[in-house]
């Protein structure tokens, strides 16, 4: 495990339920984990084992009963509401399974409306060679394929510098060929641009390209550790 100093990333103690009484249900109990600034690290874990509650939490969408997220320095769960947005828009980029995209905006449009929200954006003509969407960049969403809307999903999430990427199933509905090339896509992008990436998925065969593996299950990490031996997303299988 990371060490405090090291540490981008530290939760510490995090847990979250639902409902009251006779009915209340413990979501997460009482999680402990780092991640290092760089790393790709993957969550899995069964539905319902508190997967995409931890996303959200890391990404200031939902409160934590109690515990502590500090990211890059900054408990986010003592933030005020105007605070927690300023965090959304400076340090995180979201990647969600069903791309949300805005149906009347073209792809370059689409990455543009993120653009915006940060100070200190990538260049677009620059991300949309690099995401291989130069030739699309003037065709709306329906006009282009699911890996192409998902590419512009991740430009737009890009687009903005961000210091963390959160990823929900990012490949969850796309095929085998479309997938490997998304996954393909973000270990470049973790690379050339360093941005930390946390990816909730059911895919397995993602955890050999991860940098480091979290495995949730009834509300606990069962496991937590680091892969020693890399493989690049062109070689994953499953």
């Not at 073209?106 to 130069?134: A, F, H, M």
């Not at 085998?176 to 930390?196: A, F």
Request: include cysteine; proline fraction near 4%; charged fraction near 25%.
């Amino acid at each position: 495990m990371a060490t405090e100093e090291r540490s981008f990333l530290s939760i510490r103690d995090l847990r979250k339920s639902y409902g009251d009484g006779e009915a209340r249900t413990e979501v997460l109990k009482g999680i402990v984990t780092d991640v290092e600034r760089g790393e790709i690290c993957v969550l899995f874990g069964p539905s319902g084992s508190g997967k995409s509650t931890f996303l959200n939490m890391v990404g200031g969408l939902e409160p934590a009963d109690s515990g502590s997220i500090v990211v890059d320095g900054t408990d986010i769960t003592k933030l005020s509401d105007h605070d927690l947005v300023e965090y959304r828009r400076r340090e995180l980029g979201f990647i969600f399974q069903f791309y949300n995209l805005v149906p009347d905006l073209t792809v370059r449009e689409n990455i543009e409306v993120c653009q915006y929200l940060s100070k200190d954006p990538l260049p677009i003509d620059d991300l949309l060679n690099s995401l291989g969407l130069w030739e699309h960049r003037g065709k709306f969403p329906n006009q282009v394929s699911g890996g192409q809307q998902q590419r512009c999903a991740i430009g737009r999430a890009l687009v903005k510098n961000p210091s963390l990427l959160l990823c929900d199933e990012p490949t969850g509905a796309l095929d085998y060929h479309t997938s490997k090339e998304i996954l393909e896509l973000m270990e470049r992008v973790n690379r050339e641009y360093g941005c930390t990436m946390v990816i909730v998925t059911h895919n397995d065969a993602i955890r050999h390209m991860s940098h480091h593996i979290l495995r949730l299950r009834d509300g606990s990490l069962a496991e937590d550790f680091y892969n020693d031996h890399l493989l690049p997303a062109r070689e994953l299988t499953w």
